[in-house]
């Protein structure tokens, strides 16, 4: 896999947001204001792992969204999450350690794994040390919601499978897409996903 590249995932969360705005998806008008590394680092206090170029790279594009997608009309979605802003990620992250976090086989994972989306007692968390999945995934995008699983290679594999997903005609405005393309697109991007988890 590439090298992580802080201008290909902005231009890659561009094309997604043009994506969802094409379809009339106005999710710009929702989507919180770029900030600058210091501000993360300053907003992230209580995250007691390394923030990761992936994380600061994602809240230098946008600021991520204030309310949830039950309170959002134009969710930013990532598939089956929203893009948090990083108020959400705090009292998300919170939550997560206080479900999946009690399993002391998950505990130190996620203890060090950034939740940037979220939706309904799931998140879409980044780990920031050791993580429990093949070690060639240097930086894997995590599920956590009935079960902890690898859904993409990277987060630029993400936002490509997103892209991807959200341009196919069939993609509709309850955001979903029959089962069959979902699945092709999601293979394309990270070939033998749900084989390559040990």
Known sequence: MPEFSHSRLHSQLDRLLAAYEDKGMNVSDTLLPALSEKEIRDQCTWFPGELTQEIISLYSWRGGQQNDAWETKHPFWFRDNSFSSLARAQTEYQSMMNSYGKNPEDHE?????????????????LPTRKHDFNPS????????????????????????????????PEFDSDYTLPEDIEMQIWKKHNPRIFEYET
């Open 109 to 125: 994972m996620l203890k060090y794994s950034f939740p940037f989306a979220s939706f309904n007692g799931g998140w879409y968390v």
């Open 137 to 168: 995934l240097k930086s894997p995008v995590i599920s956590v919601l009935q079960g902890i699983d690898v859904y993409y290679y990277t987060i630029e594999s993400m936002v490509n499978t997103c892209i991807d997903w959200v341009s196919r």
